[in-house]
């Protein structure tokens, strides 16, 4: 279960990268709409890795409290 949650925030971590890559191209175009689409998008990922992050060590802390 760990490794998944693991290769999620990885795969959460390339597709916040992408967008930020995106929010760079939407500047040069000068495109505000989708320049706050993507920051919003942004934000809820940086959210969802945050919780996810937080499940792990959770998760770590109850192993090592069995043990």
């Known amino acids: 279960m760990e490794y998944l949650v693991k290769n999620l925030i990885e795969h959460l971590i390339n597709k916040r990268n992408q ?3 995106n929010i760079e191209k ?3 175009n000068e495109v505000q709409d989708l320049i ?3 920051s919003g ?3 809820e990922l940086d959210n969802i890795i945050k919780s996810l992050n937080e499940m792990l060590n959770y998760n770590m802390l ?3 409290t069995q043990k």
């Open 62 to 64: 109850t192993k090592s």
């Open 41 to 43: 998008r942004i934000m």
């Open 26 to 28: 939407y500047k040069q």
């Open 36 to 38: 706050l689409i993507t």
């Open 19 to 21: 967008e930020v890559k």
